[in-house]
């Protein structure tokens, strides 16, 4: 039964590079995926459902390449670096999940708790990505959500310049994609930076060690 979904889901995200997500049906699904037209029913409910396991399965994805960079690399400015690479990378390589997980098609994620809880998991690596630059003094004081906020809007709208062909000019190859994303993420890393008066309050404050 979970060749079945995986079939199904594989059927989908192919239809919404094809289409785009509002291009399809559960009846098309079933002929792509060579299944019953009942069978998407055993596991999706509805077309949205569908559409919301395509998106689970792409940030349970995203998470695994995010949290591959946080065991690889270890200095924490480097590792949010690496991350924003990740994310890019992974929107180059999926870009009909990506669509899917930031679209409107799904209105509520937390109508479908599997797929809210792999989305939180995905921006929670972020947000301690950066409390650890903040921690060791690499990144401004701050909520670190509002700034994995600020981090991912930059992230993701380079990803979507990218897949949606507005880059094709600066960007032939994969490789050119990356070597963007990383200028990109630098300049993250600049905006992110304790400004002058923090770093010398910091250098300033007494050690807490006992």
């Keep these: 039964m979970r060749d079945l979904s995986d079939r199904l889901l594989a059927a989908a995200a192919a239809l919404v590079t094809e289409r785009g997500p509002q291009g399809f049906s559960l009846r098309e699904v079933a002929r792509r995926a060579r299944v019953s037209e009942a069978a998407p029913y055993w596991h999706f409910s509805s077309k949205e459902a569908l559409l919301a396991g395509v998106a689970e399965q792409g940030f349970v994805r995203l998470a695994a390449g995010m949290a591959a960079v946080r065991a690889r690399v270890a200095e924490p400015r480097r590792r949010l670096q690496e991350l924003g690479v990740a994310y890019v990378r992974f929107a180059l390589a999926h870009p009909s999940h990506l669509r899917i997980m930031f679209g409107p098609e799904i209105r509520d994620k937390t109508a479908h708790p599997s797929l809210h809880a792999a989305a939180q998991r995905a921006f929670g690596l972020l947000v301690a990505t950066i409390a650890d630059a903040q921690g060791a003094g690499h990144a401004r004081r701050g909520d670190p959500e509002e700034l994995a906020v600020a981090a991912w809007a930059l ?56």
């Design 155 to 210: 992230v993701h709208g380079l990803s979507a310049l990218l897949i949606d062909g507005q880059l094709k000019e600066r960007v032939r190859r994969s490789r050119d994609a990356e070597a963007l994303a990383s200028r990109v993420t630098k300049l993250l890393e600049i905006g992110l930076s304790p400004g002058r008066a923090e770093s010398a309050t910091r250098r300033r404050a007494p050690s807490r060690r006992a």
